[in-house]
């Protein structure tokens, strides 16, 4: 099995929502990643957790605010969005430290529209 | 900081082969990955490079110069499903497990 698994799909919210973002991986990875890809731009990293723990914050705004339950699960939850953020979000997982030279598998990503 | 260039386009013929070059400059590089991205879909990993020389899979190899800070994607026998966009990414030993990706080349297969 190498699925990233993101839920759901397409998200529609309004500006005074909150909704999170799930994925789910059973690779037994022990870093996963947040990204924001907006239309015909690289993606973006947002967040990088390594043994559950946050490793990396890119600086976001605190309407976005990750969450690592446990080692194959990992969520964004958003409040307060603004339009601009609207983007497709991919969750990715790697194998992590110490083998930190493997590829990154990617999920299907939610496609999220803010109005 | 690190800086990661490809070209913006590049189109080529069915059966051809397409050079997609990556240049970058970064401090503790510690690998550097080309991924396929259709549209609305995921990255998906194509190989991943971290000495210097040619990597073969397939239909596709990838190069490294460490000391140019240079790699370039080889698609030979191209089909038209290989239009898409070729994503190149490195990985920085000091950052952690964070990889960061070039703008990414649209590569467009006429008949």
């Known amino acids: 099995d190498t699925e990233v698994t993101q839920t759901p799909k397409h998200l529609v919210m309004g500006m005074t929502n909150k909704k999170s973002l799930k994925c789910e991986q059973h690779m037994g990875h022990r870093a996963m990643y947040w990204y924001k890809q907006k239309a015909k731009k690289p993606p973006e990293l947002m967040f990088v957790?390594?043994?559950?723990?946050?490793?990396i914050n890119e600086s976001v705004p605190s309407r976005f605010s990750p969450e690592c339950p446990n080692s194959s699960l990992l969520n964004l939850h958003l409040h307060a969005l603004q339009p601009e953020d609207s983007a497709l979000y991919l969750c990715a997982s790697s194998q992590g430290a110490p083998r930190m030279n493997t590829e990154a598998f990617f999920g299907q990503g939610t496609r999220l529209t803010v109005v | 900081g690190q800086n990661i260039d490809q070209p913006t386009e590049m189109t080529a013929t069915e059966g051809a082969i397409v050079q997609i070059n990556c240049t970058y400059q970064?401090?503790?590089?510690?690998?550097l990955f080309w991924y396929q991205q259709h549209a609305g879909e995921a990255p998906t990993f194509l190989s991943y490079n971290v000495l210097d020389g040619l990597e073969e899979k397939g239909r596709f190899s990838s190069f490294l110069s460490r000391s140019k800070g240079y790699s370039y994607l080889l698609l030979k026998e191209l089909q038209m499903k290989d239009s898409a966009s070729y994503l190149c990414?490195?990985?920085?030993?000091?950052?952690?497990?964070?990889?960061?990706f070039g703008g990414g080349t649209r590569v467009l297969v006429k008949p």
């Open positions: 970064t401090s503790g590089f510690n690998g």
């Open positions: 957790y390594s043994y559950e723990k946050l490793s």
């Open positions: 990414a490195v990985r920085r030993r000091a950052a952690g497990n964070k990889l960061t």
